[in-house]
């Protein structure tokens, strides 16, 4: 599958109208936001149809995939968006990584946990939010909400040096990548240690790539090198800002 695809679930109290434009999308949020409604409507129709009050459109067929059965229910589907409610411990397993990859279907995971194993985009993490589209009509209007805003040109980033969190698929890719273009590649086995490999490489271009809702803040960090270095984080990238030393003691020596 490639492309988006637009789906409204809906029913007399409640309406949800996203699209879907990825293969893996993530759905966080805190309790009572919609997530598992969601989930349990698309279960409902999918079991009962039009009888059970749920009207569901999308071009594509939309189904729910859960417990132990898993990879049965997997093997017979094809070209579907697949929803997954959280609570499901097999979205975290390496057989399903390996699983969905031999797939053409969409997923939809909902978690409030990082998924190690899986490539997602962070562009592709949403919220629910209640909209006021309906104005005063009783029916609820749902939609989704991108958590961490618009992708940022990306593509003008000339990195010398790779550095991602772990050594799962995402280092696999990007080492791949990596190879193919010249530029050294490696994985800081944990976001623990990100810090200090960029001190060992501070001055350099380097981009990182770690789960932005788990990675620290590392802004206005010093670094224990030559030079002060200045940290700021543009959707996963460290661009450094030197100062020299010296100049920091000639303020220092100035203001006492």
Same mark, same amino acid.
């Given at each position: 599958? %490639?492309?988006?695809?637009r789906?409204?679930?809906?029913?007399r109290?409640?309406?949800? /109208?996203?699209?879907?434009?990825?293969?893996?999308?993530?759905?966080?949020?805190?309790?009572?936001?919609?997530?598992?409604?969601?989930?349990?409507?698309i279960?409902?129709?999918?079991?009962?149809?039009?009888?059970?009050?749920?009207?569901?459109?999308?071009?594509?067929?939309?189904?729910?995939?859960?417990?132990?059965? +898993?990879?049965? *229910?997997?093997? /017979?589907?094809?070209?579907?968006?697949?929803?997954?409610?959280?609570?499901?411990?097999? %979205?975290?397993?390496?057989? #399903?990584?390996?699983?969905? *990859?031999?797939t053409?279907?969409?997923?939809?995971?909902?978690?409030?946990?990082?998924?190690?194993?899986l490539?997602?985009?962070?562009? =592709?993490?949403?919220?629910?939010?209640?909209?006021?589209?309906?104005? /005063?009509?009783?029916?609820?209007?749902?939609?989704? #909400?991108?958590?961490?805003?618009?992708?940022?040109?990306?593509?003008?980033?000339?990195?010398?040096a790779?550095? $991602? =969190?772990?050594?799962?698929?995402?280092?696999?890719?990007f080492q791949?990548?990596?190879?193919?273009?010249?530029? #050294?590649?490696?994985?800081?086995?944990g976001?623990?240690?990100?810090?200090?490999?960029?001190?060992?490489?501070?001055?350099?271009?380097?981009?990182?790539?770690?789960?932005?809702?788990?990675?620290?803040?590392?802004?206005?960090?010093?670094?224990? $090198?030559?030079?002060?270095?200045?940290?700021?984080?543009v959707?996963?990238? #460290?661009?450094?800002?030197?100062?020299?030393?010296?100049?920091?003691?000639? +303020?220092s *020596?100035k203001? *006492?």
């Open positions: 599958m %490639t492309g988006a695809y789906v409204v679930v809906q029913n109290k409640i309406k949800f /109208d996203f699209e879907i434009r990825r293969n893996i999308t993530i759905l966080r949020g805190d309790s009572a936001t919609g997530k598992t409604t969601l989930v349990e409507m279960r409902e129709y999918e079991e009962l149809g039009p009888d059970s009050g749920i009207e569901l459109q999308c071009e594509k067929d939309c189904v729910v995939l859960s417990g132990r059965q +898993w990879e049965k *229910q997997l093997s /017979d589907l094809s070209q579907s968006i697949v929803f997954i409610d959280e609570g499901n411990a097999f %979205t975290a397993s390496k057989e #399903f990584a390996a699983a969905i *990859q031999k053409d279907n969409y997923y939809v995971l909902v978690t409030r946990e990082g998924l190690e194993t490539p997602y985009s962070v562009t =592709e993490i949403y919220g629910i939010r209640a909209s006021k589209h309906f104005g /005063d009509l009783k029916q609820t209007y749902n939609e989704f #909400f991108r958590i961490y805003g618009k992708p940022m040109g990306l593509e003008k980033l000339k990195p010398v790779i550095i $991602t =969190e772990d050594s799962n698929s995402g280092f696999q890719f791949a990548v990596c190879a193919e273009n010249g530029i #050294f590649c490696e994985s800081a086995g976001k623990s240690n990100i810090f200090k490999m960029l001190s060992d490489r501070a001055g350099e271009n380097i981009l990182v790539v770690a789960d932005g809702a788990a990675s620290v803040s590392y802004t206005h960090l010093t670094l224990p $090198t030559k030079r002060i270095v200045e940290i700021s984080v959707a996963g990238s #460290f661009k450094k800002k030197k100062k020299k030393k010296e100049k920091r003691a000639a +303020w *020596q203001n *006492q």
